[in-house]
């Protein structure tokens, strides 16, 4: 007598499903979560530690909507790196190297960090000199 | 003639186990929405040479309606130099990352003061913006 072979049938257990789908979220969430922030860095001195009498010998930038001046001069956009950086030569000390950097009140925050990021990549070390008085909307 | 009570066993279905560990897991992670700033509206900036913002544990955005949110959580001004200094506490020069996302278009007299409040409660600011191409 020949005996039959039982197949046996051979498939993922249903019951396990949800334990695979809980499994495959919490990896997609990591993989979410570990995407790191590109930034620039930016060191600013806290107001106290500039005094009145030396912001007179720093370098001094205004920035509005329309022009950038150092020192009293506009200065084009394209120059204001090459320009800071001369007026930057040969100071060490960060004390010395320290710029003030004013804004109008309709400057947009990309020109100003543009222009603030090129004093830094000029060796600079930025300042902010705010007006005294200036309304804040609270919202 | 006695009829015989049928018992019926009563216990927890062990295959509805994954789903309840799925709509927990969905449960946390709306919770956690809750103070992230990632459903907030606002444009980077672009700068080139940027570096990896790093681990932070305080996030200061200005969205693009000019609003103020700290953690996700909208505050005012006035509020905000206290509140980053609570949340960094005692940590350490390096520790006490901010980072700080602006909308593009933001003007001075928004997001200057803003600034000076991160820098009076001795944050180390990092601007979140997008790599500028040349």
Known sequence: ?139 | MKLTRRKTRAEVPSMAMGDIAFNLLIFFVILARATDDSHLQWTPAKVSNLANAGPSMVSVLVDKDNKLYLNGQQIGIAELAGRIETALGDAVHGERTVLVKIHNDTLAQRFEPVIEAISEAGGDLVHIVEEEKQ
Not at chain 1, 29 to 35: E, K, M, N, R
Not at chain 1, 46 to 58: F, H, K, L, M, Y
Not at chain 1, 68 to 93: C, E, S, W, Y
Not at chain 1, 113 to 127: F, H, K, P, R, Y
Request: overall charge negative; hydrophobic content about 40%.
């Open chain 1, 1 to 139: 007598m020949r005996g039959r072979r039982t197949k046996v049938l051979v498939e993922p257990p249903a019951h396990a499903t949800g334990d695979i789908a809980f499994n495959l979220i919490v990896f997609f969430l990591v993989c979410a979560s570990i995407q790191p922030d590109s930034g620039r860095p930016q060191t600013l001195p806290s107001s106290e530690t500039v005094e009145e009498g030396q912001q007179t010998e720093n370098i001094e930038v205004a920035v509005s909507r329309a022009a950038v001046i150092i020192n009293g001069d506009v200065t084009p956009m394209n120059r204001v790196f090459t320009r800071l950086k001369a007026l930057l030569a040969g100071k060490q000390a960060p004390d010395d190297r320290v710029v003030v950097v004013k804004s109008e009140s309709d400057t947009q925050y990309s020109r100003w960090l543009t222009i603030t990021s090129m004093i830094e990549d000029a060796g600079g070390v930025v300042t902010l000199q705010l007006e005294e008085e200036r309304i804040v909307e609270v919202p």
